[in-house]
C-alpha cells in the first residue's frame, strides 16, 4: 500500500467529493420536486395522463438507471438533445429518482386520514388550499422516513454518472488510479468517503425524524 | 431518423446476453439469501461481538455504492493472491452485497411476528428450535417473500453495473452493439425494453404472492 499518491491528488479528490455532493443534492431536489408534481397529477389529472404518468413510473423503475444515462447522453443528441456531462447527469438522475419519489408521496398521501379532508371540504375549503394546508403537511411528515432513505439510495447513484465522464468522485479516483497504477489504494479511499458520508446523511435524517414525529404525538 | 431495423435487430444479441444478467442477478441473490441468513442470526443471536460484526457489516455493504464494491473486490483479489474469473467475483460481489439488504428485510419480519406467538408455543412445552423451525421461520419467510422479489428486481438492475468488469451481460453487449452500428439510441432503448420485460415479469410474481398472502 502507497498512501503518498493521496498528498498528490488529494486537492482533486476533494473537488471530486464536492462535485458528488452538488450532484446528489441537486438531483435529489429535483426529482423530488418532480416526484411531488407526478403524484399530484396522479391524485387530480385527468384519467388519461394518470396512464401516462403509471407507464412512466414503470418503465424508469424498471430499467437501470446506467441504461437510461446511455440513453439520454448518447442517444440524445440524434434526436437533438445535446448536453454536457454535468446537466445531463442532474437530468438522469432527476428523471431517475422521480417515480420512486413520486410512488413514496403516493403513500403518504394514503395515511392522510379520510376524514380530514373531508372536513376541510366541509367547511367549504377550496381544492388547492386542501393541498396546501392539508394534504402536503400531513403527507409529509409520515413520508419523511421514505424520503431520507430513498435520498441515501441516490447519494450511491451518483458514482454511476462517472461512466458518462462526469468529474465527481469516482471519476477522480478512476483517474488517480490509471495514472498511478494504485486501484486498491483509491477504490478503498472511495468506499470510505461514500460510507463516511452515508453515515453522516442517515444520522442527521434520524435525527430529522425523531425532530419531526415529535410533533405527531397529541398533546392533551 | 430512428431506425425501426436497428431497433429490432438489436433484440437478438442482447437476449442472448440476457443469460448473463440473469445468472448474475439469480446467484447473486441465491448467495445473498444464504449470507443473508448467516448475517441476520449473527444480528439477532446473544454475542456482542456477532452482533457488531453484523451490524459493521450492513453498515459498510448499504454504505458503499455496489460498483465501488465490484472494483475493490475485482482489485482486492489480486493483490491478495486469489486469482478467480471476472464472472466469479461479480457474483460473489452481488450476493454479498445483496446480502446486507436481505438480512435486514428478515430482522424486519421476524421483528413483525407477534411476540405472543412465540410465548404462547414456549407456554406449551415447545423448544427453542421448534419454536424457530416452526413457528417464526415459517411465517418470517412466507412474509418476507414480496420484499424479496423487489431486492431480485433492484438486482437485475443492478447488474447492468458487473459491464465495468467486463461481463458481457445487457448493458455490455448493448455497449459493443452501439459502437458497431453508431446507433445508440435504438441500441439502448431495446436494452432498456428487455430490462423492463424480466422486471414487469418479476414484479407480477411478487403481486401473485402479495396476494396470496393476504387471502
Known amino acids: 500500500m502507497e498512501w503518498q499518491i493521496l498528498e498528490q491528488y488529494g486537492p482533486m479528490l476533494l473537488r471530486g467529493f464536492g462535485l458528488t455532493i452538488m450532484c446528489w443534492l441537486l438531483g435529489t431536489v429535483f426529482s423530488m420536486a418532480l416526484g411531488l408534481l407526478i403524484a399530484l397529477a396522479q391524485r387530480h389529472g385527468p384519467t388519461p395522463l394518470r396512464w401516462l404518468l403509471q407507464a412512466y413510473i414503470e418503465v424508469i423503475r424498471g430499467t437501470p438507471f446506467l441504461v437510461q444515462l446511455f440513453v439520454l447522453y448518447y442517444g440524445g443528441p440524434l434526436v437533438g438533445l445535446r448536453l454536457d456531462a454535468v446537466p445531463a447527469g442532474l437530468l438522469g438522475l432527476t428523471i431517475y429518482g422521480s417515480p420512486y419519489f413520486a410512488e413514496i408521496f403516493r403513500s403518504g398521501f394514503r395515511a392522510v386520514p379520510i376524514g380530514q379532508i373531508e372536513a376541510a371540504r366541509a367547511i367549504g375549503m377550496p381544492e388547492h388550499v386542501i393541498i396546501r394546508r392539508v394534504l402536503l403537511p400531513v403527507a409529509l411528515v409520515s413520508a419523511l422516513p421514505a424520503l431520507v432513505n430513498f435520498s441515501i439510495i441516490l447519494t450511491k447513484e451518483t458514482v454511476i454518472l462517472s461512466i458518462i465522464t462526469v468529474p465527481e468522485l469516482m471519476y477522480q479516483v478512476q483517474r488517480m488510479s490509471t495514472e498511478t497504477f494504485r486501484y486498491l489504494e483509491a477504490n478503498l479511499v472511495l468506499a470510505l468517503f461514500f460510507w463516511l458520508l452515508v453515515e453522516t446523511i442517515s444520522r442527521f435524517g434520524r435525527k430529522l425524524e425523531t425532530r419531526i414525529t415529535h410533533y405527531l404525538i397529541e398533546r392533551p | ?215
Open chain 2, 1 to 215: 431518423m430512428f431506425s425501426i431495423p436497428t431497433f429490432l435487430d438489436s433484440f437478438g444479441p442482447l437476449f442472448w446476453a440476457a443469460r448473463y444478467t440473469l445468472l448474475v442477478s439469480g446467484l447473486g441473490i441465491a448467495l445473498g439469501l444464504v449470507i443473508g441468513a448467516l448475517i441476520c442470526a449473527a444480528r439477532l443471536s446473544g454475542v456482542a461481538f456477532l452482533r457488531t460484526f453484523a451490524a459493521l457489516w450492513v453498515s459498510f455493504l448499504r454504505g458503499v455504492p455496489l460498483l465501488v464494491q465490484l472494483l475493490l473486490v475485482y482489485f482486492l483479489l489480486p493483490v491478495i493472491g486469489i486469482d478467480v474469473p471476472a464472472l466469479v467475483a461479480a457474483v460473489v460481489t452481488v450476493g454479498i452485497c445483496a446480502s446486507a439488504y436481505i438480512s435486514e428485510i428478515w430482522r424486519g419480519a421476524i421483528g413483525a411476528l407477534p411476540r405472543g406467538q412465540t410465548e404462547a408455543a414456549r407456554a406449551i412445552g415447545m423448544g427453542p428450535g421448534d419454536v424457530w423451525t416452526r413457528i417464526v421461520l415459517p411465517q418470517a419467510v412466507t412474509m418476507s417473500l414480496p420484499a424479496l422479489i423487489n431486492e431480485l428486481i433492484l438486482l437485475v438492475k443492478a447488474s447492468s453495473l458487473v459491464s465495468v468488469v467486463g461481463i458481457m451481460e445487457i448493458t455490455r453487449a448493448s455497449q459493443a452493439q452501439a459502437a458497431t452500428t453508431f446507433r445508440p439510441m435504438e441500441v439502448y432503448l431495446a436494452a432498456a425494453c428487455i430490462y423492463l420485460m424480466i422486471n414487469l415479469c418479476l414484479a407480477a410474481l411478487g403481486r401473485y404472492l402479495e396476494h396470496r398472502m393476504a387471502v
